[in-house]
């Protein structure tokens, strides 16, 4: 089925129609990259769009009405990570929690260094490219096989003059779990500060023992089937300056988008627990499926158990991820071939580099992930599909149209 979207839009008092037309419905596997909006974040979307449109910053009664609302999502979301409500402070979504966490903990310390996760998400690595520009030297750390950081290598790395240390709670193209209490304690012994994004954990595992030692940690909305433009910067540090003037430069708060943010962080971690146990169950029969290739693949995995069950980063001998993502697009189904970010510009994802895969390897990457949606036809489909075109590629079969 196709559709049509036809938009009015308005340019140099001209008005002027723009269509998009729409592919087939796919079958979609890249959660980890974005999600739907749930029914319940869309209902809460509309019904603050329409009854609490009164500016936060407004003194009359709507005004006070909609900033009641706003303090309420934020003590919800507080208590959500076992924070306080005092250190949420709402952004446009995790990069720029990233941004804000970064320089908010900087601004608090003159010493020049810095430490970050060569696996870290591109918002953060161009932040620390800006900050070089302005005098900082940079330390990247390496991944150990596990796929998680490597600790001798982040203790022989900090010296007098280190000031942050930037890690990834859960690593967006593998799901690899870093070991963030760990990190913690280190940061905490040389008197460092801790930023850690957790767009990727947020909603999907307990944080409630992570805000408390860390200084600053970004979450975003879209990651759990929240509104995308929507996200929040949590810290334990109170800012010298106004966080809340410097994120809204005199703009109003997206409350529809806060509130329905709000519906969604509460609907996932009702859900954790259960969604936890069908994405293994998901994992395992995907892998299983894949067992006529198994001398083929390589998957990217944490093997002591740290690993998000939702997030498959694997390779296929001899096969370049690129081609894999075309072959499942054409077929229906939507995968990627890393983070979005750096799909986009083509470059080799992040963690590849920190894993100190060869340039040959790494352009075989692809990531498979799985959501709310997802069922067990689908990846079993998928599987087959993987296995047929494997095959087909090694010349042994031929693949049906």
């Not at 999907?204 to 996200?231: A, R």
């Not at 920190?354 to 352009?363: F, N, P, R, S």
């Amino acid at each position: 089925m196709t559709y049509i979207f036809t938009y009015n839009l308005m340019n140099d008092k001209r008005r002027k129609k723009f269509s998009v037309r729409g592919m087939n419905v796919m079958i979609y596997f890249d959660y980890a990259a974005t999600t739907p909006m749930s029914n319940e974040a869309l209902k809460a979307y509309i019904e603050v769009a329409q009854k609490y449109y009164g500016n936060t910053n407004s003194l009359h009664d709507l005004g006070a009405q909609s900033e009641q609302l706003l303090e309420q999502c934020k003590g919800t979301l507080a208590n959500l990570i076992g924070g306080e409500r005092e250190g949420i402070y709402f952004t446009n979504g995790g990069s720029e929690s990233n941004m804000l966490g970064i320089k908010l903990l900087l601004n608090q310390d003159n010493r020049k260094h810095i430490i970050i996760s060569t696996a870290e998400h591109n918002s953060n690595h161009q932040i620390t490219r800006f900050l070089e520009l302005e005098g900082y030297k940079v330390s990247h750390i390496p991944f150990t096989r596990n796929g998680q950081i490597d600790i001798d290598f982040l203790k022989y790395e900090i010296t007098n003059d280190t000031a942050l240390v930037i890690v990834q709670h859960i690593n967006g193209e593998i799901g690899t779990i870093q070991p963030i209490n760990e990190v913690a304690e280190i940061c905490k012994r040389h008197d460092i500060f801790l930023h850690v994004d957790c767009v990727q954990s947020f909603g999907k595992i307990d944080l409630k023992n992570i805000s408390p030692v860390v200084d600053s940690l970004s979450v975003s909305s879209h990651k759990i089937y929240g509104p995308k433009g929507i996200g929040f910067l949590y810290t334990n540090h109170q800012p010298t300056t106004s966080l809340e003037q410097l994120i809204l430069h005199g703009n109003t708060y997206d409350l529809p988008g806060i509130v329905s943010f709000t519906v969604a962080a509460n609907e996932a971690i009702e859900l954790m627990e259960s969604e936890k146990k069908q994405l293994i169950e998901l994992r395992e029969a995907f892998i299983e499926q894949l067992e006529p290739i198994k001398e083929f693949i390589t998957i990217y995995e944490n093997k002591n158990q740290k690993q998000l069950p939702s997030i498959i980063g694997m390779a296929i001998e001899g096969i370049e991820g690129q081609w894999v993502m075309l072959e499942c697009n054409r077929q229906g189904y939507a995968i990627s071939t890393g983070s979005a970010c750096d799909v986009k510009y083509n470059q080799t994802p992040n963690t590849l580099r920190a894993l100190q895969e060869d340039e040959i390897k790494a352009k075989g990457f692809f990531r498979i992930s799985f959501g709310r949606q997802t069922n067990m036809n689908q990846v079993k489909e998928l599987g087959r599909f993987l296995v047929a075109m494997t095959l087909q590629y090694k010349g042994t079969v031929e693949l049906n149209p």
